[in-house]
Each structure stands twice: as C-alpha cells, then as structure tokens.
Nanobody
Framework: QVQLEESGGGLVQAGGSLRLSCAAS????????MGWFRQAPGKEREFVAT????????YYIDSVKGRFTISRDNAENMLWLQMNSLKPEDTAVYYC???????????????WGQGTQVTVSS
C-alpha cells in the first residue's frame, strides 16, 4: 500500500495561486494513477483532476480547466496541483488519492491522504 500526505493549503484572495503537494511513501508510487478531489462543507467529495502513471494523460473537471494543473514526479514520489486564478467556490478540503487507473469516481481510488484546507476569500 501507499501512504499519502497533502500540504500547501491555506488562505488566499480570489485571483491568487496555491500549489498543493502530495508526498507518497510505501509501495512504489509509479504504479498508481493519481487524483485530486475536494470536499466543501455540506457537499459530497468532488473530482478535480487525475493523472496516469506516466504523466501522459491528464483530465480535469470543467470548472478548473485552464486554471489548475496536475503533475507528478515518480522519482521524487510527489504529486502536485498548481491552482491559479482561484475563486471563492474553490474553497474546500483537497485530497490526493491513489488507485489502479485514472478516473473521476472516488470509489476507484484505494488510498487517500488526510486532506489540506484551501480557503479563497472574495
């Protein structure tokens, strides 16, 4: 199995940027597809972005396309989410997740981090 730990969240004004990091340990990071999800208070967990094992395929929810970029470094066991032009509606706890394949369904991911809070003020 793999252990995941997110960092990089915080409070930012609308229009600002944050870079979330997800550090992986345990089983080889490179065998997993990775995803970012978020959950706002009172709402269900929502897919944000996914990347395959080789970084050759990425996919984003429409609301973040052109603003967010998912990337990974298998040698460093790291996953990132660069978030630009942040909006108040991006406010949520952000989670990284690992699974056997890319996808937008939370159930398709087997391992999850504890989450990092992102708050965007208007």
């Amino acid at each position: 199995q793999v252990q995941l730990e997110e960092s990089g969240g915080g409070l930012v004004q609308a229009g600002g940027s944050l870079r979330l990091s997800c550090a992986a340990s345990g089983r080889a990071f490179s065998v997993y597809a990775m995803g970012w999800f978020r959950q706002a208070p009172g709402k269900e967990r929502e897919f944000v972005a996914t990347i395959n094992r080789s970084s050759g395929y990425t996919y984003y929810i429409d609301s973040v396309k052109g603003r967010f970029t998912i990337s990974r470094d298998n040698a460093e066991n790291m996953l990132w989410l660069q978030m630009n032009s942040l909006k108040p509606e991006d406010t949520a706890v952000y989670y990284c997740a690992a699974g056997p394949a890319t996808g937008s369904i939370p159930g398709g991911y087997h391992y999850w981090g504890q989450g990092t809070q992102v708050t965007v003020s208007s």
